[in-house]
């Protein structure tokens, strides 16, 4: 194997292991002949897709598109890059055409679900999800946009079904960790929301957004906002309306004492609710600090 072919392979290994600026400094290294070879453009443009650098998968992309011709992979990922920067037409425009050149292919039709999705078109969604699982029903990318498809649906128990699905069959990969994370955070179990997001850190400590969501986890989980879970679970809405009912029912029944007694709580819980998370965090930030 020549040299220029053993860094390709390290790139693609160190993408593996979820350290994308790593690989592209591998790629960096490549002499001019290899740097413009569609294995490179690919590997280039899949760690910038990692490290969510948008505007560089499109410029990566269009630049392999412009020096090989069609290519489906760096299609994709140009429909995926410009789906993420809202524009959506030339979005579909680049997935039919990788599509074209592999019809067959699970990621491409994942991508071209996950733009569906994003444009409300939730029924074309499930459609091209339903050919993607058919060719490959474990790929995390099929998984992924399972739950995407779910949680724009607002469907939290099929939420929870695919992440619980997606960790069973890829325990350490870091998207099933967060999006069980995710799951676990919207049903209100915010210990084992915590402990998904803390996983997805430790294999992939470069993914800003799980270290974020990881953060927010810890402090939500934390025994003084323990009344507060009714809040994550039900949402403010819903929350507010069980109140009203239970004080509007007191007050039909003529218990006029207990429905202002019950008005009365509420108010303080409101309360809490607003000043309780900013004592917590500084708690928690002031114990990760020392």
């Known amino acids: 194997m020549t040299a220029p072919d053993l860094a390709l392979s390290r790139a693609a290994h160190l993408l593996e292991v979820n350290r994308a600026d790593a690989a592209l400094e591998e790629l960096a290294r490549l002499p001019a002949d290899v740097a413009l070879g569609a294995p490179a453009f690919r590997l280039r443009a899949a760690a910038f897709t990692d490290l969510d650098r948008w505007d560089d998968v499109v410029a990566t992309a269009r630049q392999g598109l412009a020096e090989l011709g069609p290519d489906a992979e760096l299609l994709g990922r140009l429909g995926l890059a410009l789906r993420h920067r809202g524009e959506y037409g030339p979005a579909e425009r680049a997935l039919l055409d990788g599509l074209t050149i592999t019809p067959e292919s699970p990621w491409l039709l994942c991508q071209y679900a996950d733009l569906c999705t994003a444009v409300g078109q939730t029924d074309k969604a499930d459609q091209l999800l339903a050919r993607a699982a058919a060719l490959a029903p474990e790929s995390p990318a099929v998984f992924a946009s399972r739950f995407q498809l779910a949680y724009t649906r607002g469907d939290d128990r099929a939420t929870e079904q695919i992440a619980r699905e997606f960790l069973g069959v890829w325990p350490e ?94 108010i303080a819980y409101c309360v809490y609710s607003w000043t309780a998370p900013a004592l917590v965090r500084r708690l928690v930030r002031g114990r990760w600090r020392s």
């Open 173 to 266: 990969h870091p998207a099933a960790l967060a999006l069980h994370g995710l799951a676990a955070a919207q049903r209100g179990r915010m210990d084992a929301a915590h402990r998904s997001f803390g996983q997805a850190v430790a294999h992939d400590p470069a993914d800003v957004d799980a270290a974020n969501a990881a953060w927010e986890a810890r402090v939500l989980a934390h025994p003084l906002l323990l009344p507060l879970r009714p809040l994550h679970r039900w949402g403010m809405l819903r929350t507010w309306l069980v109140a009203v009912t239970v004080m509007v029912g007191l007050n039909l029944a003529g218990l006029d004492l207990l429905a202002g007694l019950a008005g009365l709580l509420w």
